[in-house]
């Protein structure tokens, strides 16, 4: 990866090339008034970042990336199994007592709720736990079923979702963590769990990787 | 941004101006039989990339730069201060009780403490809370000095440190938040609030970016 600051003249190519692509090296040399030869070096520098595709017989065509969009084609190579984390599940009847139990032990911020056929029935979360920690009721009295955000209000993602797109939906729902699940015949089966964390870690070793 | 496929005799070039650099055009064409008319376009495309450097009357010199380096590169220059959010700040004499009621109402994951000269005292997560809310103390009661991370066990960043280091911090210290920190006469101003939150926005602005 490697970020390429066009000169003027290539930039002068890639508007020729947009406005009036497919277009031959000879061509373009004409407009410019310079030699196919200086515009060599150029063409293929355009054509190896990806700013402009060749095809012979044809010419040159605008790929239609600006710089930016070939960082985006790299970052839509990393999909959420890459970074995923192991899924914390409880069942409905659960008291939000266990729960917060179990949260501390298995040290995550977020848990899955499954029915009886082990399907995603709810999520919670530290806050909603918090929520109900400051409540009137009784902790131990209270089930998970009660508090827990519940299908279809459950915001999922699948194992091969784009990692970028899953961290969008984290930003628009303003939530800690998504189900990564699996459609099975009577509902949806968890088979991950994908949080701001993992965000976090796909982010360093974007700059880590060798 | 863009990433380059670099060819064969790239590659070649590569590694004979990381074996001998400096290096002029016409000895590394020498080595490789090839005439430096014909090597002009992968010099400039090597050098246009960041793999090589070029100085006048001296050559080619390896820049030391894989293609990753240089995404990090650009991946440098996000600062803390890009992405940062509003602190939110209690008093150290405030009830547990009464923190989390600010939780909730200011809608953050974190709360700083300060002292009575208004400098970063300890930190509170929602984790701190949920914690204290099953135990047998009376929330209202209790202070939350008591159960607060205090210095120096807070891990604090400046505005101006890399958005990547920040997130090494997060993901090393196993924590959701990092007071952002002014040294003053006395101890430390909080001036911002990094979040794994923010990290998550951060990455999702790579790929927005045009």
């Known amino acids: 990866m490697s970020k390429i600051e066009l000169n003027k003249r290539q930039e002068q190519i890639l508007n020729i090339v947009k406005d009036n692509g497919p277009i031959t090296g000879e061509q373009i040399a004409d407009r410019l008034n310079l030699t196919r030869a200086t515009l060599r070096p150029d063409l293929a520098i355009l054509t190896m970042a990806g700013y402009l595709d060749a095809r012979p017989r044809v010419g040159y065509f605008y790929t239609g990336?600006?710089?930016?969009?070939?960082?985006?084609?790299?970052?839509?190579?990393?999909?959420?199994?890459?970074?995923?984390?192991?899924?914390?599940?409880?069942?409905?009847?659960?008291?939000?007592?266990?729960?917060?139990?179990?949260?501390?032990?298995?040290?995550?911020?977020?848990?899955?709720?499954?029915?009886?056929?082990?399907?995603?029935?709810?999520?919670?979360?530290?806050k909603d736990l918090l929520r109900a920690s400051i409540g009137k009721q009784e902790l131990t009295a209270l089930p998970v079923n009660i508090i827990m955000t519940r299908m279809p209000n459950i915001t999922v993602c699948k194992k091969e979702d784009l990692l970028i797109d899953a961290a969008k939906k984290l930003i628009d729902k303003q939530i800690d963590a998504l189900p990564i699940v699996k459609e099975a015949e009577q509902g949806l089966e968890i088979v991950g769990r994908l949080t701001k964390t993992n965000i976090t870690r796909a982010f360093v070793a974007l700059a880590d990787e060798e």
Do not use: C, N
């Not at 790299?74 to 959420?80: A, G, R, Y």
């Not at 069942?91 to 499954?114: C, K, N, P, R």
């Open 65 to 126: 990336k600006s710089g930016s969009q070939l960082l985006t084609d790299s970052l839509k190579k990393i999909v959420v199994g890459d970074y995923q984390s192991i899924p914390v599940v409880i069942m409905e009847d659960v008291s939000v007592y266990d729960a917060i139990v179990t949260m501390f032990l298995e040290d995550v911020g977020t848990l899955f709720v499954v029915d009886k056929s082990s399907h995603l029935a709810g999520v919670l979360s530290r």
